[in-house]
């Protein structure tokens, strides 16, 4: 859910920082393994060869899940989603109203942290959720706050929708996937930049004006239909006028009060929480391969992360059966533990691999994290890199 946003970075070099890589984070000598950078994009020779193994639109392994259980924990229902919104709703007012009351003295910074957070970070998984259409049963509720959602953490709605069923259909599959977060070499001043939304906000803002102007990129090309692109410029001109009325009413004003509460400023300073929650899903994980086990991580979270983040610390469980609601995760985690990986016990232990893994695949972007499934799990066929 982070990364097609990121890619205007991609060009920075992969050698920086590249001192801090620790040898014992090394099989080998990096010096006699050189750097090969894959072709992320979806219009290069990765993607042309990804269809050529095999591997896109592919046959992914499923656990098995009894159907009469599976198709209970799919029913979708309002409730669990409306009380969560409210308690949403009711949040934002009262981080945004005590900011606003205190502003502009000091005691208006730690709600202007709550809000941010709630903003630019719990608005990615009710994006998430209500573009599966899964978080409610009533249609237009799902589509009221997903497009809500989209323009906090801005995210066109039409381009995103496209860009997570492909994320789904080719899950970490190089060439095909627009939503790799992290890709190798990883380049550690891009990750870092992220946690500011920094790469994300300014590709989001050049494709909105690219959409104003009636034209997709070629990579958006290859995952959106011909009948959805004029929603794609027309959403884009709507929020264009939307910023630009939040920008001139700060200026009539006189007060930055209007763009630190809608616009990409909080966006951007509230960034931080969903890139720590988005980038446990796949970092440094298998690339190419047909097992969500392999490739995606579930981590225990507390009940305060678990609402803000939607249940998405369930990650293979969402991957594997994405039409289960948020709600139901915990319940088919259950149901599928026994033949996935052991779940992190925290969001500290998800890093204490991953970021020793992104800092060796700096230097061996061929190297990816095991995941080893439980005696008497059945394997799926599937390379790695």
């Not at 573009?131 to 995103?160: L, Q, S």
């Not at 509460?261 to 929650?277: K, R």
Request: aromatic letters at 12%; proline letters at 8%.
């Amino acid at each position: 859910m982070l990364a097609g946003n990121a890619a205007i970075c991609e060009t920075w070099l992969p050698e920086l920082l590249g001192g801090f890589t620790s040898p014992q984070l090394r099989h080998e000598d990096p010096m006699t393994q050189p750097i090969t950078a894959r072709d992320y994009s979806l219009v290069g020779q990765d993607g042309k060869r990804a269809v050529a193994k095999g591997l896109a639109s592919a046959q992914w392994y499923a656990c098995p899940v009894p159907r009469k259980r599976l198709k209970e924990l799919m029913q979708r229902r309002d409730g669990p989603a409306v009380r969560d919104t409210g308690l949403w709703i009711a949040s934002f007012a009262a981080a945004g109203g005590l900011a606003y009351y205190f502003w502009p003295s000091w005691f208006a910074l730690p709600f202007f942290i709550a809000y941010g957070v709630l903003y630019g970070s719990s608005s990615d998984s009710r994006w998430h959720e209500c573009g599966h259409r899964t978080a409610f049963k009533t249609g237009w509720m799902n589509d009221v706050i997903y497009n809500i959602a989209c323009f906090m953490i801005m995210r066109e709605p039409t381009v995103w929708r496209w860009s997570h069923t492909r994320h789904h259909t080719d899950t970490i599959i190089v060439g095909r996937d627009p939503e790799i977060a992290v890709m190798r070499p990883t380049v550690i001043l891009k990750v870092i930049s992220m946690f500011f939304a920094v790469p994300q906000t300014l590709a989001a803002i050049k494709s909105m004006v690219r959409h104003c102007a009636g034209r997709l990129s070629d990579e958006e090309a290859t995952f959106i239909p011909e009948s959805e692109r004029s929603k794609v410029y027309l959403t884009a001109r709507i929020w264009l006028v939307i910023h630009l009325a939040v920008i001139a009413f700060a200026l009539q004003i006189g007060s930055v009060l209007p763009v630190l509460l809608a616009g990409p400023l909080p966006t951007m300073y509230g960034a931080w929480l969903h890139v720590t929650t988005g980038l446990t899903q796949h970092a440094g994980l298998a690339e190419d391969v047909l097992d969500h086990r392999l490739n995606s991580r579930t981590v225990y979270m507390n009940p305060v992360m678990r609402f803000l983040y939607w249940n998405m610390n369930y990650h293979i469980e969402h991957h594997m059966f994405p039409m289960v609601p948020y709600h139901a995760l915990p319940q088919l985690h259950e149901e599928m533990k026994h033949y996935c990986p052991p779940p992190y016990l925290s969001l500290f232990a998800a890093y204490r691999e991953i970021i020793p893994a992104l800092i060796r695949q700096m230097r061996e972007p061929g190297w990816h994290i095991p995941r080893e499934l439980p005696p008497g799990a059945p394997a799926f066929a599937a390379g790695a890199r």
